[in-house]
């Protein structure tokens, strides 16, 4: 049974328990974060690199005092949807009824930013709101992991990309320090993707806009910043206004040999070549020079076909897929449809 302690008691072992509290609580203040230049040979080196482009050492010192390793965030790299999932897989994912309603309700709520992006981009609304509907459904999920926990740990403990990481940690650190934001507050996708768009720090830095003219570039919470940032991304990338992005196509019923598919390089295969294999354009249209061959796998077995043009690659330069690139154009598409007011 629960007894409450006496007047006597608490006099007599008060002052002890008191004293192993402070113990404690002193123990837990001493401890070593988890990304402690003392204890840590890389991090040190990277802190030496960093200041040397200008960052503050003692400030970014500081944010590492903060930041987290996450087990999770090295698991999630693993298992990403673009290296498990085919294609009928991946597309039910993000090309559905009600995201397509979402991205016409997005590009409606922004009109005037959407037209103003495709008058200086270049780009299409369909195909900026696509990638937003894709990457965060709109805004609605930019996602809830530390962008400072999820970058620390990716760059000193993932296996293979460290360096990578390093580079984009540094640059998170330099938005922070720009924009004055705390680097424990942004959150972002267990790879350190942030806001509407969900760039990457050096992709922030290099391509994101004040789209609305108020003196912020602020992807977080701006979704006309996010809208300028992703056209002009894309133009930036080398994209086409008013050229093709994919074209239909149909061919046997598995995908011939000697061909590559799927290959997220610029157009890199003749037209030519693949009528040879019996890959040819749907409904007898006429496509000319290089393209990228695509192959599909549906539920039922069968293989979609289709020709990516430089207006694909250049989607494939925002993540480096094909299964993404197409779901961006399938949603896209569905997305303008809609608008033109196509029930289908």
């Not at 290099?206 to 003196?215: E, I, L, N």
């Not at 030519?272 to 549906?298: F, W």
């Not at 076909?305 to 494939?316: S, W």
Request: hydrophobic share 40%.
């Amino acid at each position: 049974m629960k007894r409450n302690m006496t007047r006597a008691q608490r006099k007599k072992f008060g002052p002890l328990l008191a004293a192993m509290f402070l113990g404690l609580c002193g123990g837990a203040a001493q401890a070593a974060p988890d990304f402690d230049p003392a204890s840590h040979e890389n991090i040190r080196q990277w802190l030496d690199g960093v200041a040397r482009q200008g960052l503050a050492r003692d400030e970014v010192t500081r944010a590492l005092q903060h930041a987290r390793f996450r087990q999770n965030v090295l698991d999630a790299m693993q298992g990403a949807a673009e290296r498990r999932l085919s294609w009928h897989e991946y597309r039910d994912i993000f090309v559905q009824p009600r995201r397509v309603q979402e991205g016409v309700a997005f590009i409606e709520a922004h009109r005037e930013a959407f037209a103003r992006a495709e008058r200086e981009f270049g780009v299409p609304p369909a195909y900026i709101a696509a990638i937003i509907g894709v990457e965060t459904r709109y805004g609605q999920h930019k996602g809830d992991h530390r962008v400072l926990d999820s970058l620390a740990t990716l760059a000193f403990h993932h296996p293979s990309r460290g360096d990578f990481f390093q580079g984009e940690l540094a640059a998170f650190l330099e938005i922070t320090l720009e924009q004055d934001i705390s680097p424990q507050m942004p959150k972002g996708s267990y790879a350190g993707a942030m806001g509407y768009p969900q760039f990457i720090p050096t992709s922030y830095q290099a391509y994101a806009v004040d789209f609305d003219g108020d003196g912020r570039r602020d992807l977080w919470e701006d979704p006309v910043d996010a809208i300028g940032s992703v056209g002009n991304y894309f133009a930036e990338h080398g994209w086409r206004r008013d050229a093709p992005v994919v074209t239909p196509a149909e061919g046997p019923a598995t995908p011939p040999d000697g061909i590559d598919f799927n290959a997220t390089r610029a157009p890199y295969l003749e037209a030519a070549r693949l009528a040879s294999a019996g890959i040819v354009p749907r409904d007898g249209a006429s496509v000319d020079g290089s393209v990228v061959p695509l192959s599909l796998e549906l539920a039922d077995g069968r293989y979609r076909y289709a020709l990516g043009h430089r207006n694909f690659y250049v989607i494939t330069r925002y993540n480096h897929s094909h299964l993404y690139a197409m779901a961006v154009h399938d949603l896209a598409e569905r997305i303008q449809a809609a608008l033109d007011g196509d029930p289908a």
